[in-house]
């Protein structure tokens, strides 16, 4: 595991878990990346969704400002991107989450749905990113 | 702080622990998900520290809570999240890092984000509530 990097990881997940009861506190609102992205092409209530989802862009452009490490891939193929995206979109609105929503702030809350969600997401995410490396050979 | 300015405070916090934590990088969420070889459980530790962080957060506001809808484990749910989870693994983008990601202009952010629109529409299309 040469790629272990606890200290940042713990880190930035304490900064995921501040923001998310942030928007609880202030806004009364769930940190759910997925139904805030989608609810943002959906009013009412799109304004407040449309300024958190500029937050997360902002976040990117002061990282890369800042000279940060910048860890792009090359060459991932577009046509799987794109698949990859269809499903992700298709699959948060269906069972109502994502990592966030679910992962973060369900568990959070102890809501068996969202452990049933983590559960399953992550089995299938295991099962997908195996299969695209080592059956498919898809670099990445 | 107005409602607005604190909803973009939120979204940049958020950002930057994607950042912070390696999860803007899809080799390091794949180096997770591929449980073969050389696996890398950082992930697990962002998630138990911001669940940590949140769990305790979401006490002190708790009467900020709404009361879940549902509780039920159903199909949706299920299917749905499998789905999710395929989408994942095969790209190592979930929606918080592909959007804070858009920021470096990378095509296949780019390519991925208008996906994921085009699914969540997908969705809205083939089963209105």
């Avoid at chain 1, 998310?20 to 769930?30: D, E, K, P, T």
């Avoid at chain 1, 800042?66 to 860890?71: F, I, N, R, S, V």
């Avoid at chain 1, 948060?92 to 959070?108: F, P």
């Avoid at chain 2, 180096?31 to 949140?54: E, K, N, P, R, Y």
């Amino acid at each position: 595991m040469h790629d272990f990097t606890p200290f940042s990881a713990l880190i930035g997940g304490a900064f995921i878990g501040l923001a998310s009861v942030w928007l609880l506190a202030a806004n009364g609102r769930i940190a759910g990346v997925s139904g805030i992205l989608h609810g943002v092409f959906s009013p009412p209530q799109a304004q407040w969704r449309a300024w958190f989802i500029s937050g997360l862009l902002l976040a990117g452009l002061a990282w890369q400002a800042a000279g940060a490490p910048l860890p792009l891939r090359e060459g991932f193929p577009l046509g799987w991107a794109a698949a990859a995206g269809v499903l992700v979109g298709f699959g948060t609105r269906m069972g109502g989450g994502c990592t966030s929503g679910h992962g973060v702030c369900g568990l959070a809350r102890l809501s068996a749905r969202s452990l049933a969600a983590v559960v399953v997401f992550m089995a299938t995410g295991m099962i997908a990113a195996t299969m695209m490396r080592h059956v498919l050979g898809v670099a990445s | 702080m107005s409602a607005l300015a604190s909803a973009l405070a939120a979204g940049f916090l958020f950002g930057i622990g994607l950042w912070v934590s390696g999860m803007a990088n899809p080799r390091k969420v794949l180096g997770f998900l591929d449980i073969t070889g050389d696996w890398d459980a950082s992930l697990m530790l962002v998630m138990g520290g911001a669940v940590a962080v949140t769990l305790v957060g979401f006490r002190i506001y708790k009467t900020k809570l709404q009361p879940p809808t549902r509780k039920d484990i159903d199909f949706p749910l299920v299917a749905g999240s499998a789905i999710f989870g395929i989408g994942w693994g095969i790209a190592g983008y979930c929606p918080g890092p592909a959007i804070t990601a858009l920021a470096t202009l990378s095509a296949e952010s780019v390519v991925f984000v208008a996906a994921l629109l085009a699914g969540g529409w997908l969705h809205r299309l083939l089963r209105p509530e």
